[in-house]
């Protein structure tokens, strides 16, 4: 039997609180951001919209009417689909620069149409994104840096960007990177550290 409950969904006051990145187009953090966004929404049982809405226009058989009925949840929640629908677009909305808000905010949307443009946005050109990622990670040196922690977190950055877009870079390659990218100072612990 099933029990009318609030949607957890309402309960999140600033979204900032569980994703502080601010997602634009001139970081690569896209890969990041999206991952926090996914975890957020599957924690506050809202997943579903950032997929494409089952409409029920397709006919079905009782055996399949009888098989949604098992899988449905035990609760229903008070508020309706569009009230959460624009709160997790809200949400999208909210953890955006405002260039790149008003790149993919258009009226009448749904946060699944959001989440596609953005993902569109940022992954359509794969190629040219890790091309361009790539290079970055190549040519990144310790001296660009101010210190070492920071120098070793862009490259973990970078190295994380590339597997994301499906690029074949080893787990040694950061390292030997890394390795190389030290400066002078560095270059005893380098030899011993290889």
């Known amino acids: 039997m099933s029990s009318s409950t609030i949607h957890p969904v309402v309960s999140v006051n600033n979204i900032k609180n569980f994703i502080p990145l601010i997602l634009d187009s001139q ?19 809202v997943f579903d919209h950032l997929q494409a809405r089952d409409t029920g226009t397709s006919s079905s058989t009782e055996k399949d009417k009888d098989k949604a009925k098992e899988t449905a ?29 008003h790149t993919i905010m258009i009226t009448n949307t749904t946060a699944y149409d959001a989440w596609c443009r953005l993902k569109n946005l940022f992954l359509d050109n794969q190629a040219a994104r890790t091309i361009t990622i790539q290079n970055n990670f190549f040519n990144t040196r310790l001296e660009q840096f101010s210190t070492m922690a920071e120098y070793c977190q ?18 040694n390659q950061p390292v030997l990177h890394i390795l190389t990218g030290l400066t002078d100072q560095y270059e005893s612990i380098s030899l011993i550290l290889q």
């Open 27 to 45: 970081t690569e953090h896209y890969n990041t951001w999206a991952e926090l966004f996914v975890l957020h929404c599957k924690a506050y049982d």
């Open 73 to 101: 949840p035990k609760h229903t929640y008070l508020e309706s689909w569009e009230r959460i629908d624009s709160i997790v677009l809200q949400w999208i909305y909210g953890t955006k620069s405002q260039d790149l808000m």
């Open 154 to 171: 862009h490259m973990k950055l970078l190295y994380d960007q590339l597997i994301s877009l499906g690029s074949t870079v080893s787990e």
